[in-house]
C-alpha cells in the first residue's frame, strides 16, 4: 500500500445503525479473536496505536472504522471463536456481521487473518464462504508467522492454499513482529482499493 500518512481513526459501531457512511471502497479484516486483526492494520498502515491491541481475546466487539484517505477505509471487525464470550455477545456479533455483509456496497474484500500456528479453522472457512457467496474478493494472512520454523511455515501456507484451490482466495505468511509479509499485503489490497479490479454486484 502507498503509505498512508493522513490515516485516521473515523468511528465505531456496536449497532447496525452506527456504521460509517457506506461510499467509496472499504477491506474489512475479519478472523478469530487474538488472532491478530488490530496488530495487522497498524503494521500494514505503519501505525503503530491505530487499532487497539490486546491481550485479552474478544476485546475488540466494535466495527471500528480506519479512513486511509477520504472515501478509502480499513474496517477492523469484532473478532469470533472466543469460547468465554456469553450467547448474547455471540448473538449479536453474528446479527451485526449479517447486517454489515448484506448491506455494506463500499465492501470490495476482506482480508481473513488466521494464526499460522492453528492454520484455516472451521469458523475461518466459514467467513471465506460466506464472502465469496456475496461476491466479495478475499485474501488469507497466515499470520504471527514468527512463532514458526521455516518448515513448519511453508507447511502451513501450502495446505491453507490447497484447502482454497478452488476458489479466487489468496493466500500468504505475514508477521508483524518480524515484519514479513507487509509488501505483498500491500499490493492486493492496493489492487482492491484502487480500480484495478471492478467490484462485483453486491448480490442480497
Ligand atoms: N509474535 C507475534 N505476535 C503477534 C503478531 N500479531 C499479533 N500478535 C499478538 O497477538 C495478540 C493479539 O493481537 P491483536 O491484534 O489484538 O488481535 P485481534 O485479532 O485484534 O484480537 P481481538 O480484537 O481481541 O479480536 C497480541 O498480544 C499481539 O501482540 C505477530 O505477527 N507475531
Ligand atoms: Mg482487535
Not at 457467496?133 to 520454523?149: E, G
Request: glycine share 6%; hydrophobic share 40%; proline share 3%.
Amino acid at each position: 500500500m502507498s503509505t498512508y500518512p493522513n490515516v485516521k481513526f473515523l468511528t465505531s459501531a456496536a449497532e447496525a445503525h452506527q456504521l460509517a457512511p457506506d461510499v467509496g471502497r472499504e477491506i474489512a479484516f475479519a478472523g478469530r479473536s487474538n488472532s491478530g486483526k488490530s496488530t495487522a492494520i497498524n503494521a500494514i498502515t505503519q501505525r503503530s496505536g491505530l487499532a487497539r491491541v490486546s491481550r485479552t481475546p474478544g476485546r475488540t466487539q466494535l466495527i471500528n472504522f480506519f479512513e486511509l484517505v477520504p472515501e478509502r477505509r480499513l474496517v477492523d471487525l469484532p473478532g469470533y471463536g472466543f469460547a468465554k464470550v456469553p450467547e448474547r455477545v455471540r448473538l449479536h456479533w453474528l446479527q451485526l456481521m449479517e447486517h454489515y455483509f448484506n448491506v455494506r456496497e463500499s465492501l470490495v474484500g476482506l482480508v481473513l487473518i488466521v494464526d499460522s500456528r492453528r492454520g484455516l479453522g472451521a469458523q475461518d472457512a466459514g467467513m471465506l464462504e460466506w464472502v465469496l457467496a456475496r461476491d466479495r474478493l478475499a485474501h488469507v494472512l497466515l499470520t504471527k508467522s514468527d512463532k514458526l520454523n521455516q518448515r513448519d511455515a511453508q507447511r502451513v501456507l501450502r495446505e491453507t492454499k490447497a484447502a482454497c484451490a478452488d476458489t479466487s482466495v489468496t493466500v500468504q505468511l505475514f508477521s508483524a513482529l518480524a515484519k514479513q509479509g507487509f509488501e505483498e499485503a500491500r499490493r492486493v489490497m492496493d489492487g482492491w482499493l484502487n480500480d484495478t479490479q471492478k467490484k462485483a454486484p453486491v448480490v442480497t
